[in-house]
């Protein structure tokens, strides 16, 4: 997730005169990319598609051996999708809180242009939607309110009979039993988050542990790269872990800019995110990315970037910081900014996504040409990310370089096809295989199905 209140002051960009590519240089994906080198100017790249959203008849587009079909629409921002095993999809319709600080003079004023152009500017419904397939055609036939009167809730996770949700300033725990399309009484606060006036990322992502003693939280900064001080970053660019018994919470893994997804890899149960990485260093610096997430391990922020290429622009340096950093495990691309994570357990694909990641990729602000906006599939062999990015839904852009919709959140529904949040869109869109995909077509190939620039 990327905002925009740090930056200087901007010159809006055309998005309609670059229209949508894919990542210029092949080599800032994988396992081992190779890194540009860093550049400044004076005023950042900026350039936003502009968010219109979808006519009538208009989808994404799917990937040979997938089909696309709405299994909800009309919803308010849907930012993150959560299914429980009933079978049931629960919706986080949200968005940033109040951020005063985050507003003030020439740089808010410009900040929040941005976002409304970029469609990011609507109020919060801060609620979460229960969504019901109940004769599992792929399209929910009744919708209700799941909860409301939240504040910008992210995260969600059910462990037994305790529903917990991720404010942006903290967890909160309900009841909840099999069935329930409503979670009554009050909720418990177990723990604070950070938060506050000055709240740059405000998204909480949130997953439990296998036992249920734990959630862990991914935080983002409060920063693009420290500018507002490290002290604004106390408990932040980190994951943080939650003891369900008693609300305590400690660090788990730091120098995360901004872990905005969190999943267990099924084959190890290995905890792994999405970040975002920092802007203003150029184009094409610094990638986007999927880690494993060890715990104590630091990943750089604010003082280095993909291991340990030292950012400049932080004052005071930190060698020491520095030689702790650690590289992470894969690159999907610079500016793509993803969103979601999910990992593929169920049986209605063809084997050979077993085990591996979709990753819903936002898309980017600080690029020329644009990139992201699209849904990603990330191949693992014995727990590890083993091969290309490969595109599975696209065309969220359409031939003027516009934002029919963005992809954020994306989880597999109890039948083993993949949902995606489109938060300009407003719906929850369905990818599933087709006859022909179930027995093992192939989807695209790596960094295929893009949207053709205009000429």
């Known amino acids: 997730m990327r905002h925009f209140a740090y930056l200087p002051a901007l010159i809006l960009a055309s998005a309609c005169s670059q229209g949508h590519t894919e990542n210029a240089l092949a080599q800032d994906t994988g396992p081992a990319p190779t890194l540009a080198q860093p550049t400044h100017s004076l005023l950042p790249t900026v350039d936003i598609a502009p968010a219109v959203g979808w006519t009538a008849g208009k989808t994404p587009v799917a990937a040979p051996g997938f089909a696309v079909s709405a299994f909800a629409r009309g919803l308010e921002h849907p930012r993150t999708v959560y299914v429980l095993p009933n079978g049931d999809v629960l919706v986080a319709e949200t968005n940033g809180p109040p951020r005063p600080q985050d507003s003030k003079g020439f740089k808010g004023f410009m900040a929040n242009k941005v976002m409304k152009k970029a469609g990011a500017g609507v109020p919060s ?8 397939d109940a004769d599992g055609d792929g399209v929910a036939e009744t919708r209700s309110v799941f909860a409301q009167g939240l504040n910008s809730p992210f995260g969600m996770a059910l462990v037994g009979n305790a529903f917990y949700v991720a404010n942006t300033d903290a ?15 009050t909720p418990v606060r177990l723990a604070d988050l950070p938060a506050g006036p000055l709240n740059h990322h405000w998204t909480k992502s949130l997953v439990a542990s296998a036992d249920g003693r734990h959630l862990y939280v991914g935080v983002g900064s409060n920063s693009n790269v420290a500018e507002n001080g490290i002290g604004q970053e106390t408990d932040r660019a980190a ?25 267990w890899q099924p084959h190890d149960q290995r905890l792994w995110a999405v970040v975002n990485e920092r802007d203003e260093l150029g184009n094409d610096l610094v990638p986007d990315y999927l880690t494993s997430v060890r715990e104590g391990a630091f990943y750089g922020f604010p003082y280095s970037y993909y291991g340990q290429h030292v950012d400049t622009r932080v004052k005071p340096q930190a060698p020491a910081m520095v030689a702790r950093a650690i590289a992470p495990d894969y690159a999907l691309g610079s500016h793509v900014a993803p969103l979601g994570l999910a990992f593929y357990t169920g049986s209605a694909l063809p084997p050979r996504f077993q085990g591996g990641a979709f990753v819903g990729l936002h898309g980017s602000w600080n690029r020329k040409p644009l990139s992201g906006y699209k849904v990603v599939y990330v191949p693992f062999v014995d727990g590890n990310p083993a091969g290309p990015i490969e595109t599975v839904l696209d065309g969220f852009l359409d031939a003027k370089g516009q934002a029919q919709g963005r992809p954020v959140g994306v989880a597999q529904d109890a039948r083993g096809a993949l949902l995606v949040a489109d938060d300009v869109g407003n719906t929850i869109w369905r990818l599933a295989a087709t006859a022909a995909g179930a027995t093992g077509s192939p989807a695209l190939p790596a960094q295929a199905a893009t949207v053709e620039p205009p000429r």
């Open 125 to 132: 419904a801060n609620r979460i939607t229960l969504l019901r």
């Open 171 to 185: 967890v909160l725990r309900f009841s909840y039993h099999p069935g329930d399309t409503v979670l009554a009484g």
């Open 239 to 263: 994951i943080l872990e939650i003891d369900v018994a008693s609300g305590t919470r400690r660090v788990f893994a730091s120098g995360l800019r901004n872990p905005t997804a969190l999943a």
